[in-house]
């Protein structure tokens, strides 16, 4: 079933309307862009963003993990607290993916989910 939300990225849906999406995927596609936006990037909120695109071409390490996971949960602590209490967030530096995984609870319904991403 359909929500109130925009789906994103923005697009048209098949029956030429404005597609939308259940809170879930809104929540989650905000977790994208909360992560994947680069600081500077939006003229009205130019420290919005965690700047994970970045990390495509840096060093795949163990200190890069660390660091990555202080930065995540800090910009979804700082972005999206009012949606969700981030419970945990793991990286990991496997050879050449940088893989994260976010666990969070949403404050509408104290539902637990997860997410997971890969650079």
């Not at 079933?1 to 929540?27: K, L, Q």
């Not at 994208?32 to 795949?60: H, I, M, S, W, Y």
Request: hydrophobic residues 40%; aromatic residues 8%; proline residues 3%.
């Amino acid at each position: 079933m359909s929500g109130n939300y925009f789906d994103y990225p923005f697009h048209i849906d098949n029956r030429g309307r404005v597609a939308i999406t259940d809170e879930d995927d809104h929540i989650r596609d905000m977790i994208e862009q909360v992560l994947f936006t680069n600081p500077g990037e939006r003229v009205n909120l130019p420290d919005f963003g965690c700047g994970l695109k970045q990390l495509v071409f840096a060093p795949n390490s163990d200190v890069l993990a660390t660091a990555t996971q202080f930065t995540v949960s800090h910009a979804l602590q700082k972005w999206l607290g009012d949606l969700i209490t981030t419970q945990s967030v793991e990286v990991r530096a496997e050879e050449a993916t940088l893989t994260i995984q976010i666990v969070y609870v949403k404050r509408t319904t104290l539902e637990k989910k997860q997410v997971t991403l890969s650079t």
